[in-house]
């Protein structure tokens, strides 16, 4: 999975935690998968929604009712569910998993294997703001999730963040293709 391909997951709530569950089996009818994530309707819809965009999931035809659809991964879809399953299952626990759902923390943790600068994270974010930005790697560093350091070897010392603990757990179950 690319860069691109993660932040355009993530920019939905719900959307990881609907690929995990429809990759460990839960049927993709909405009432199941809604009953499953524990999210509103709008959210859930919207989510769902999103996902049919990114050409993630689909219609399965010719199964459920016109009002009540059955969705299916497709082939790429399937290869962003089992992500998204690895992805969930290296969440310590549900607190955790409020912080998976925020739009800019998954594809932080992806860039951050090894030690980057606050440019070299914003550069391969393209979208993010210098805000966004700071309050993720904020909320990441309180968690714990990401460690912050300064580094001296240059004339003018900077801040490098790193994940650690969960976070490398997470950055290892999202590989990113180079």
């Known amino acids: 999975m690319d860069i691109k391909s993660l932040v355009n997951i993530t920019s939905r709530a719900w959307s990881l935690k609907i690929l995990a569950l429809m990759f460990s089996g839960v049927p993709g009818r909405q009432a199941p998968l809604l009953a499953a994530t ?55 626990n549900d607190d955790g998993f409020v912080l998976v759902q925020r739009t800019w923390t998954v594809p932080i943790l ?11 994270i914003k550069s391969s974010l393209v979208p993010i703001t210098d805000r966004a930005l700071s309050q993720s790697l904020l909320l990441l560093e309180e968690r714990e999730w ?9 004339r003018a010392p900077h801040p490098i963040y790193r994940a650690v603990n969960a976070g490398k757990r997470i950055n290892r179950a999202v590989a990113l293709d180079s």
């Open 110 to 120: 992806a860039l951050t294997a090894a030690p980057q600068r606050f440019s070299e």
């Open 146 to 154: 990401l460690r912050r350091d300064i580094a001296t070897s240059q």
């Open 38 to 92: 524990d999210a509103s309707r709008t959210s859930f819809a919207a989510s769902l929604d999103h996902l049919i965009k990114l050409g993630l999931l689909e219609r399965n035809p010719g199964h459920g009712h016109p009002l009540r659809p059955e969705f299916r991964l497709t082939q790429e879809g399937s290869l962003a569910a089992e992500t998204a399953d690895k992805i969930i299952a290296s969440v310590p």
